[in-house]
């Protein structure tokens, strides 16, 4: 349980999915820590509990592109996306998803200005 917990105090207050593998014969265990969901890093960036049960109309905080930067690096081993600035449109997506802003604009516009090059100083991938 101390290894557990050891390696998970990154996610300190989030649900983290944890595999644990045992070899009955000899003893032996490897463990497996899962990154948590999207919406968990995002809304743990924001200091909310639970998103937005009416997104469109009821929006929950506002977060920045740095923010939204730092989900996708936890979580980029994870995203299928060939880009940084795809799988940074894909959090963007979640963040509209859970009722959150992105610097005061709605995500939809942010994936908008980010297909423009608005951004491109900004992103930290590709």
């Known amino acids: ?4 917990n050891k390696q998970t105090t990154v996610f300190r207050g989030l649900t983290v ?3 644990i ?3 009955p014969e000899t003893k032996q265990f490897e463990i497996f820590i899962e990154t948590p969901s999207t919406a968990s890093l995002l809304l743990k960036e924001v200091g909310v509990e639970k998103g ?3 997104c469109s109309d009821e929006k929950i905080g506002d977060i920045s592109l740095d923010q939204v930067q730092n989900v996708v690096d936890a979580k980029r081993d994870k995203f299928l996306d060939k880009t940084y600035k795809a799988a940074l449109k894909t ?3 979640t963040a509209l998803s859970v009722g959150l ?3 005061g604009e709605d995500p939809r ?3 908008e200005r980010i297909n423009n090059g608005e951004f491109d100083d900004k992103i930290r991938g590709d």
């Open 91 to 93: 959090v963007l997506g």
């Open 1 to 4: 349980m101390d290894e557990i």
């Open 109 to 111: 516009n942010i994936q």
């Open 17 to 19: 999915p944890v595999r």
């Open 21 to 23: 593998e045992c070899d």
């Open 52 to 54: 937005s049960s009416v």
């Open 101 to 103: 802003t992105v610097e």
